[in-house]
């Protein structure tokens, strides 16, 4: 009972520290993916350290449950790797400890990393996903940094282009200056050069102050309409020495009120959740008895005497027969009010619709959602069913082999796992089905890998798979004979 203690207790240490190693590791690679996705909102902007520290901050915390399945399996792929490489597995399974035994106190860890990573995306993630949004917004919003660059047209202030052919780094005066204003349409641009300027921030920096040297200005004095010819149109030429012009621009940093992030599926816990999608099914419920019933009352007539009088037999009626009995007039408007029924119909069909459709879009995201926060500590354990019982049968440690087949098997389970997103956003597939797709495709690899390593099934040796081909061979030319003799 001591040796499998301190058996328990030899394995642990070597996988916790390696689970710390690959956590680690694979949370800086997931955030910096995710800071070169949003590269060009932060590019430019001015942003200040403390800025993008927060932003990383909310950003790794929001990553951390997708690194943990692929940690988990890289840590449990090359645990047991290296304990077969160094025969210790082996050495275990001829005392008579089981593979079952052995993963025991590993499972029981990972069960718990699992719980907890549970709990972490239904109480902290929503939080961190709207501070992190909130701040993103933000940052999107924000006015760029102002550097016009040399010889390119410069759009980055509100309705002005600018084209500068020289800049003094020194003094930070730009040299032969066009300055195109389309605020009032492309057709009526009013257009200022200047030998020289220089642009400076207000002390609020709210605004820009241009100082323009030696130039003029033209602008139109009338809005050229369509048809107007050019030379018809009154104009304004300026000739100036200096001019200052004041321009709206915005350099503050102003953070985005985080109240407006709250009613996000993001920013919801699983209660939120779903309370929301049971409200907002009965809301669907509801708009679709309600214009049922008003189709059926408005647009369907009944014949509310068919049971109050019995007729005899009728002679056949034809309907053109009653279209040619009615005058011109009369066909003319009967047609018309046709025709108006079935506009409004279709009309009212197609809003309902709009308005159903947004419902169903909003009970998707939220189930989406919902569906996540189990998916992803699910995740967990699978991967340590399938890195676990891999590194047994490859019996190969370290970064190489392990890094190889963590990394192959956690971009198939991205993929998949993209793709039943996918499916689930756009109503081709039910929720659950779309994601809950990964875990069903790779729970049962983790039970055949597990069932093959608790065997000692030769799965990656080369050799048996020679023998089994050879044994197909001998057996095909037994068929062949066979069937030779019984044609003779």
Known sequence: MLGIKRIDSYLFKNFISLFFITFFICLFIVVMQFFWLHID???GKGLGLGVLLELFLYASLS??????????LLASLMTFGNLGERFELLAMKSAGISLFRIMRSLFVFIFFICIGAFFFSNNVIPVVQMKMWTLMISVQQKSPELDIPIGEFYSGVNGLHFYVRGKDHKTKVLKDVMIYDFSNGFNNASVTTADSARIQLTADKKNLMLTLYNGESFENLKKQELGLRSKSIPYRRETFVKKEVLVDFDANFNRMDESMMQDQHISKD?????????????????LQQNFTREMVTTRYYHNVYEEEFELDELTPVFPDSLLLAMSQSDLKLTVNNALMTVKSTKNEVQYNHIIISDVDRYVIQHSVEWHRKFTLSFA?????FIGAPLGAIIRKGGLGMPVVVSVALFIIYYIIDTTGQKMAREGIWETWQGMWLSSAVLLPVGIFL????????????SEAYAIFFNQVKEWIKNLKFFRKNAKE
């Open 41 to 43: 909102d932060l590019v």
């Open 380 to 384: 967990c354990l699978i991967f340590f």
């Open 270 to 286: 699983i209660v939120r959740l779903t309370n929301d999608i049971d409200s907002s099914l009965l809301v669907r419920d509801s």
């Open 63 to 72: 990553m951390i449950p997708l690194s943990l399945p692929l940690a988990i």
């Open 450 to 461: 597990t069932y093959k390593a608790a065997t000692d099934s030769a799965l990656f040796k």
